[in-house]
């Protein structure tokens, strides 16, 4: 009886173009909300197998691993290595430069292991010394906790050399999300 | 990556917490129920978000809880099995005006509160007059009176 049926509709004020329309969104969110998934269980939202990364400068001294993809107000770990590069003397203190688009201000770090026996800023860097048989090894990285805390892109640089000379300098690139 | 897997974890577990402390535990809330309710989703929220306030890590969080459950959903659409496994089947407590005591017990359920069911719902005073009085999958009672049985009337 599609008379009665179509009263009973009537009656609680069934939209079935809307119903269909909001069939139609619904699925396409969920779609969207996989993909989401997929991103945050691939790292590519912030911790994960897509977003590690490791650099290592092109004189092979300094080695960062780290994560790509930081998130706003969070703390993510990147750890540095100090490589005795052939001939260096292993038992002078080891200095460390890091600099990175203003970046440096706004990061929370805690120095876990080993710890640095002094630390300056200058100007726009931070250069911080290890103790001869404390410096940062493959065996013994320097872990950095960093906490940044305003979304951005940003590039961090850690060097061996105080003038950040390319060959001798790690480029570490960040996405910071909200 | 990690928030996705812990939240999976969470809904998991309460799930199976919450199936196995019953439907009746929270389906009629009383304070005590609200606080537990909050101490519940404090304690979760802590184990989840940790010291990670992002609202990348929230957006992440909600997302995989909603596809989850709609994930589920979808699931127990198509099983039969699995849908009685985690919502359980409809419980007759009340069968012709008699109380089905040992229905009742597993299920703690008073006379009292069919009673008061009866009550509010139907407008109906003793069990007599109670056809069925069905203890529903969402943990709400439904009664159905001989009235209504004859006439075809559903609540």
């Known amino acids: ?178 | 990556m990690d928030a996705v897997i812990k939240a999976a974890f969470i809904y998991l577990f309460l799930l199976v917490v919450f199936r196995l402390a019953g439907r009746r535990s929270l389906s009629e809330m009383t304070t005590f129920d609200l606080l537990l309710l909050l101490i519940v989703s404090e304690t979760t929220q802590q184990a989840m978000v940790g010291d990670d306030h992002s609202v990348t890590r929230a957006v992440v969080l909600i997302v995989t809880f909603v596809m989850i459950d709609v994930g589920l959903s979808l699931l127990k659409q198509r099983s039969d099995t699995l849908e009685k496994f985690m919502e359980g089947t409809p419980v007759v407590l009340v069968e012709n005006g008699r109380p089905i005591k040992r229905t009742m017990d597993k299920e703690r359920v008073g006379e009292e509160d069919i009673l008061e069911v009866a009550r509010v719902t139907r407008g109906v005073m003793s069990l007599d007059q109670i056809k069925f009085a069905v203890l529903e999958r969402s943990g709400k009672i439904s009664i159905i009176t001989a009235k209504s049985v004859n006439t075809g009337e559903t609540s």
């Not at chain 1, 909001?22 to 993909?35: D, E, H, K, L, M």
């Not at chain 1, 600099?99 to 120095?111: C, E, K, M, N, T």
């Open chain 1, 1 to 178: 009886m599609p008379a009665r049926a179509d009263s009973s509709r009537d009656l609680i004020s069934e939209d079935g173009a809307l119903d269909r329309a909001t069939w139609v969104v619904q699925r396409v969110a969920w779609a969207v909300a996989a993909v989401l998934l997929a991103a945050a269980l691939a790292g590519l939202l912030g911790r994960g197998p897509l977003g590690g990364r490791a650099v290592t400068s092109a004189d092979g001294s300094i080695s960062v691993e780290y994560d790509r993809y930081f998130r706003a107000d969070a703390v993510s770990d990147v750890r540095v290595t100090r490589l005795d590069p052939v001939g260096e003397n292993t038992t002078s203190p080891v200095t460390l430069y890091l600099r990175g688009d203003g970046l440096i201000h706004s990061l929370q770090s805690a120095f876990l292991a080993p710890s640095p026996i002094a630390s300056r800023a200058v100007g726009d860097a931070v250069e911080l010394d290890f103790a001869p048989g404390t410096r940062p090894s493959p065996t013994v990285p320097l872990l950095l906790r960093l906490k940044v805390e305003d979304p951005r892109v940003a590039t961090l640089l850690f060097s061996s050399s105080p003038d950040f000379a390319p060959a001798s300098t790690a480029e570490v690139n960040l996405v910071v999300y909200p």
